[in-house]
Every structure is written in C-alpha cells, then in structure tokens.
C-alpha cells in the first residue's frame, strides 16, 4: 500500500537537504541507460528471484530501481533520508498504477528495522551503507540476498580535479564502494561474492548555470564550501555558446550477495 503521508526521522538536515537538491536532476522510473539494463539483467540472473518476495530499495533516489522491481516483487519498500526524492517516487507510482510499495524517509543511521519483514534488499550508489555498522544493519535484515550496486575502483573527472585543487588543494575522493562491502562481509565471516565491474565514460552538456550547480553540489558532498567564483573561472574553459562540456570516467561494483 503506497502510503500517502511520508514518515520522517532524520537527525542529519544537511545530509537531507543536501539530496533534495539533487531530486530534481537524479534519473526517473522510465529513463533507464544501457548499464541499467546491464543491473536488471545481472541481478535477475537466477529467474523468477523477485517472484513473490519482498524487497527493499535502501538509499532509493527517484525510485527508478525499486519500482522497476515493484513489477516484478510482491512488495517493496522504498527507502531515502530524501522527503523530495521521495515526493518524485510517489508521483510516479501514482502515475504508473503501483500499489505494491511503501514510502519510508529515514536516516539509515537511525531506522531501527525490527518491525520489516524483508527477503531481498536492493542498493545502487548510496553512502548510507559506507561504514560496517550500516552495512551490517542491512546485511542482518535481508533473509535471502542483497543486491548491491557500488562504486569501483575508477572515478576520473578532470574538471572536478581541477575545482577541487582550487578548494585548498582538496581531492575528489573516491567512496566506499564493491570492495570495501567485501572487506565487511569478510569481517562477518560471511560468503564474499565475485564483483563485477561495470566502466562507463559520461559526457555531460549543459547549460553553464546548471554545470556551476553541480559542480558546487558534489564540493558540499565533499563537506566542501563551494566558492562559486572559482567555479565559474574553472567551467568557462570547459563552456562554449552557453553549454557546458566535460567527461567523467567511473567504475561500479555489482555484488550478488547470497545468505
């Protein structure tokens, strides 16, 4: 049952207010990319897996995972610290007829998930599970598997390089990702999963204003203070006729982590 009111405990407002910005740009259910395709196809390798099951969809985004699986799965609840994240999966399941998901906006740090019943839970990019102890959480409430989507070993952008170095010097760093969940479950003395890697170079183009945005988003990420004047003395090399171009190269981690 789609809820209507979304529940929210979240003692981290600069963490939610950090996604809501990104609601508005973070992919729809629909607008699915060749890697996406790769995700579905990867994780549904055993069959009817998502047949009659319950899922959860942790660090959900827009939703465009979890209500895909919503199609395949008995329930799925649909979890993010986002209240606009959020706010754009409910729409969107109202507006594609689900009726098999619920809306829950928390802070993993904080949910305690003793009242969830869940059999399989599904991740793709989400820090929410960048220490062991929200890892763990996760691992210990999935009966049957996670399937988990994280960062590589690869992320190359040569803009943000350079707006970062602008920044004292600071670096993009790259996040706890696919081998740093196979260092927790070999902590738990758990099974540990080949990964696979999945390398994509993305070329982004857009309007200067909208670039300066999103560079000066991934900086406050970072715990970073964007200085917009750098940035726009940064971009305006990489800009021409208003549009901004540059290319960021990234790898991901896929883990089919069985109980």
């Known amino acids: ?14 963490i939610k207010n950090l996604w809501d910005k990104k609601a508005q740009n973070f992919p729809r259910f629909g607008e699915f990319k060749d890697e996406d395709n790769i995700i579905f196809e990867y994780f549904s390798k055993d069959g009817e897996i998502w047949k009659d099951k319950i899922v959860l969809d942790l660090g959900c985004g827009n939703g465009r995972y979890g209500l895909f699986f919503a199609t395949l799965a008995k329930k799925v609840y649909m979890l993010d610290i986002s209240p606009k994240m ?3 999966v409910a729409n969107d399941a109202k507006k594609f007829g689900f009726n098999n998901i619920e809306i829950l906006c928390y802070d993993w740090s904080d949910f305690e998930p003793k009242d969830l019943n869940v059999d399989i839970i599904f991740t ?21 598997a996670m399937f988990y989507v994280g960062w590589g070993r690869v992320r190359e952008s040569k803009i943000l390089n350079e707006v970062f170095k602008s920044h004292n010097n600071n670096q993009v ?7 740093f969940v196979c260092e927790c479950l ?3 003395n758990a099974k540990i999963p080949e990964i696979k890697y999945i390398t994509k170079e993305i070329t982004h183009q857009k309007p200067l204003q909208k670039a300066i945005l999103d560079i000066s988003w991934q900086l406050e990420a970072h715990g970073i203070k964007p200085d917009l004047e750098i940035i726009q003395k940064i971009i305006k090399d990489y800009t ?3 549009i901004t171009k540059y290319t960021t190269k990234m790898e991901n981690g896929l883990l089919y982590i069985q109980k």
């Open 240 to 242: 021409k006729d208003g």
């Open 1 to 14: 049952m789609l809820r209507n009111k979304v529940r929210e405990i979240t003692k981290s407002k600069e």
């Open 173 to 179: 760093v790259l996040p706890n990702g696919a081998e």
């Open 186 to 188: 070999s902590k738990m």
């Open 124 to 144: 793709s990019l989400t820090p929410a599970l960048n220490n062991f102890e929200n890892f763990k959480k996760a691992y210990t409430l999935a009966k049957e």
């Open 86 to 88: 959020l706010e754009n």
